[in-house]
Each structure stands twice: as C-alpha cells, then as structure tokens.
C-alpha cells in the first residue's frame, strides 16, 4: 500500500477513535443528566466508532500493513443541553464524512481499488450517522426541554440496538 495511503488510514483509525471518546464523554454527561436511555444510545454510538476504527485496523492487517496508533485528545466533557450534544454529533458526523470522502479521493488517486471498495462502507454509514443525529435533533427541538416529551424520547432511545 502507497505510504500516503497507510498515513491516512492511520490518521483515520484516530479519528474513529476520536469519536468514540467524544460519544463516551456524551454519555458520561447524559448519565449525569439523569438520562440513561439517551446515555445508553450514546454508548451503542462508542461502540460502533470503535468497530469503524477497528474495521480499518484489520484492513491495514489484511494488507501487510503495520498500525501506527496516534494519540486521541481529550473530548469536551460538558455540553449546555440535549440539543446541544447531538448538534456536536451531528457537526461532529458531517466532519467525519468529510474526512471519508478525502480518503475515497486519495484511493481514487493512487488508483487503490481494495481501499476504493473497503471505503465504500463507510460512504453508506455515514448516510446513515448524519440521518441519525437529524431526526434526533428535529425530536428534541419538538419538545420542551425537561418536559415529559423528554422522558418518553429518553424510553424511546433506550431501545437502540
Ligand atoms: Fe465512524 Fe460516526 O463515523
């Protein structure tokens, strides 16, 4: 693999990472909060950032390439409100699509087709991630905050899977 495409997956393995530690401090703030059923929707969240990231690690294993583990800096740990937190993930996942779409385009480059395929995955999930923070997002500015309509959102979210 081109050393500039080894670079950026190393990169991205971080930033997966870098996610899940910014959705488990999210669920630290929620479980604070006193809403276990979004901190647990926040957790499922951290789990799948670290299988994103560990779905590049085995990639990189799959074709002889040697991780290089980066450092993950510190998530913010307090958020003003609900709406808030899943504003920043929502920010927080077109940010990521971005980065995708540079690694798509730096595959396309150096004319990588298994990191071209492979990445095609991660296209779908991010569809799936930004629709995800929306329509949370859209619910919460339905509702009143600390209103029943939140406990109710809060039962609905301890479902997630
Ligand atoms: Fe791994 Fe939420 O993108």
């Not at 390439?65 to 307090?78: C, D, F, N, R, Y």
């Not at 709406?83 to 004319?111: G, P, S, W, Y």
């Not at 929306?134 to 339905?142: D, E």
Request: proline fraction near 3%; aromatic fraction near 8%.
């Amino acid at each position: 693999m081109d050393k500039k495409m080894q670079q950026a997956f190393n990169e991205q393995i971080k930033n997966e990472l870098y996610s899940a530690y910014i959705y488990l401090a999210m669920a630290a703030d929620l479980e604070a909060r006193t809403l276990p059923g979004f901190a647990h929707w926040m957790k499922v969240q951290y789990k799948e950032e670290v299988s994103h990231a560990m779905k590049m690690f085995e990639f990189l294993n799959d074709r002889g390439v040697k991780v290089l583990l980066q450092g993950i800096p510190q998530p913010t740990l307090e958020y003003a409100s609900v709406l808030e937190i899943f504003e920043a993930t929502l920010k927080h996942e077109q940010k990521v699509t971005a980065l995708i779409n540079n690694l798509c385009d730096l595959a396309k480059e150096l004319n990588d087709r298994a990191a071209t395929v492979f990445l095609q995955w991660f296209v779908s999930e991010q569809v799936e991630e930004e629709k995800n923070a929306t329509q949370i997002i859209q619910t919460l500015k339905m509702i009143k905050p600390e209103g029943p309509a939140l406990i109710m959102l809060d039962r609905e979210l301890a479902k997630r899977e």
